[in-house]
């Protein structure tokens, strides 16, 4: 990998560089195997990196693999052992085990446990795959994962990041992230097919000197492909391009906070997109219908986790100032400060290089299972309604840390434990109408392990164009009306059973309670 830091762990790239795409692994015969360490540094600006170091020295990689493929990683902790004087993380210390027969790693957690969460695939939540309840890999420890994904997994963007509650968002803010692409898009939407693409992964990290967030002042500072997007110049990183080119761009929000709201301008014109995909699912190919269908649209709001695919066409010779920015974004009297800023400038030249990644030309694929086939004709089993809530841990101080919840209406909130008994209890079969209100003042952002959701509603008003999804924004309260709400529904019709979480993605708020389990019952 091209950088001045060449031998240095989790390396970055100079503000307002030339992109460049992670290292691309492929699977063969079915199997992709690679090694990965788990690495730190601390930067210039006093921030503290954490990264997935494959064993020739690139660090998270971009995992290829095709519906049915294994995927084995040789994982290692490479961190120094835990102080004990510095575990200042309220969970560390925790044994997250009752018994010698639920543990699945180490069994006491501290300050340098990591585990991986394979975000928005439909693989399974027992240990030594998509486990993160209870998956402990401490410094110096060696843990395999195998995981195999389903047969009918959707074609799209994925990704991988650690899931340790109390500190996933220090390491994913650190750095600790990649991108895993399940092949085949262009088999679903053939517009895609024979285009340029780019992986693009947005991450967030303290802002250096830790200004007070407020006015232009971000709460957090993003970086693309781990070129920072520094306040207060914001350089965006530059993608060349040849004019009027399309290309597919495949992006994922790897913020631990940060919400995106992205939009294409040229010389301050809007560009609409083409939405081909979202976390992870072609749009329109839904309930079994193919082939997928394309969104235009004018900006695409990523929350944290999210993933969007695009097709753009570049600008012509003529235009001037082309970038890719994301929008300010209103989260609320509580929220963070997540404003306006450039991500990427688009530089046309007919010489322009093209991405390393093109996509196949379309082959056509006869029988293909279709996940979450017939859910919208699907039988209702349950319905349920869950809230999110905070409230001051001291009531009588304001400036006492906020307690996070998550909390089926009727239940006493509780904050995330790992031995906590599961909040939901179900059986494998059901199809659940879930309605999620936010009664706090600012956004909350729900992720559902192991299974996608049929957006149904917002508010109460039915979605058009209603997409499978395993992330969605529901929007702060203003402190009076009704809460806002989203209605989704969950299909426990598949393979998965076990227990598994569902919590906000914003990760600080996820560290701080706003998580809980549920159990499927074969
Ligand atoms: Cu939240």
Not at 148 to 161: A, C, Q
Not at 307 to 336: C, H, Q, S, W, Y
Request: aromatic content about 8%.
């Amino acid at each position: 990998m091209a950088n001045a830091q060449i031998g240095t762990p989790c390396p970055r790239f100079a503000a307002g560089s030339t992109i460049v795409e992670p290292q691309d692994r492929y699977s063969s015969n079915g199997v992709l195997r690679l090694d990965l360490t788990y690495q730190t540094r601390v930067d210039s600006n006093g921030n503290t990196l954490y990264c997935f170091t494959t064993s020739d020295g690139n660090q998270s990689p971009t995992l290829h693999v095709l519906p049915g493929d294994q995927l084995i990683i040789n994982f290692k902790n490479g961190l120094p052992p835990a102080q004990s004087s510095n575990s200042h993380h309220a969970m560390a210390g925790m044994v997250v085990t009752g018994s010698a027969s639920n543990a699945c790693g180490a069994v006491v957690m501290d300050d340098t446990s990591v585990n991986i969460h394979y975000h928005g695939t439909n693989t399974s939540p027992v240990c030594h795959q998509d486990e993160v309840i209870r998956t402990l890999v401490n410094a110096g420890q060696s843990f395999q994962y195998d995981l195999t994904f389903p047969t009918d997994e959707p074609p799209g963007l994925y990704w991988y990041h650690p899931h340790v509650h109390g500190i996933a968002e220090a390491a994913v803010q650190g750095g600790a992230s990649g991108a895993i692409v399940v092949e085949g898009i262009q088999n679903v939407n053939a517009a895609v097919a024979g285009l340029p693409s780019r992986i693009i992964v947005i991450r967030d990290n303290p802002v250096p000197g830790n200004p007070t967030a407020g006015g232009l002042v971000p709460s957090w500072d993003l970086s693309v492909n781990y070129a920072p997007i520094a306040y207060p110049n914001y350089a965006p990183v530059i993608a060349p391009m040849k004019p009027l080119e399309k290309q597919f761009w495949r992006v994922v929000n790897a913020s631990a906070d940060s919400i995106l709201d992205l939009q294409l301008r040229y010389d301050g014109k809007i560009q609409p997109v083409q939405i081909v995909a979202l976390d992870g699912v072609p749009t329109g190919s839904q309930d079994g219908t193919t082939p997928g269908a394309a969104i235009t649209a004018n900006d695409v709001l990523l929350p944290p986790a999210g993933r969007a695919e695009f097709i753009i066409t570049g600008p012509g010779t003529t235009v001037k100032d082309a970038e890719l920015i994301t929008m300010n974004i209103d989260t609320g009297p509580d929220g963070d400060d997540d404003p306006q800023r450039p991500l990427i400038a688009i530089k046309t030249s007919l010489t322009a290089p093209e991405p390393p990644l093109t996509i196949p030309a379309a082959s056509k694929v006869v029988g293909h299972a279709v996940r979450f086939a017939g859910l919208e004709k699907a039988q209702v089993t349950t319905t349920r309604k869950l809230y999110f809530s905070e409230v001051l841990s001291d009531p009588t101080d304001p400036n006492s840390p906020t307690n996070f919840f998550i909390t089926v209406n009727g239940a006493t909130p509780a904050l995330f434990n790992p031995n906590n008994p599961p909040a939901i209890v179900t059986q494998q079969g059901s199809v659940e109408d879930w309605t999620i209100e936010n009664r706090t003042l600012e956004n909350h952002e729900f992720h559902m392990h192991q299974i996608h959701f049929l957006l149904l509603a917002r508010n109460g008003n039915a979605a058009s164009n209603g997409q499978y999804l395993d992330m969605v924004q529901i929007p702060y309260w203003s402190g009076e009306g009704p809460y806002p709400s989203v209605t989704v529904r969950m299909d426990f019709r598949g393979p998965d059973v076990g227990e598994f979480v569902y919590h906000c993605h914003i990760l600080g708020h996820e560290d701080n309670g706003m998580m809980a389990i549920i159990q499927v019952n074969p």
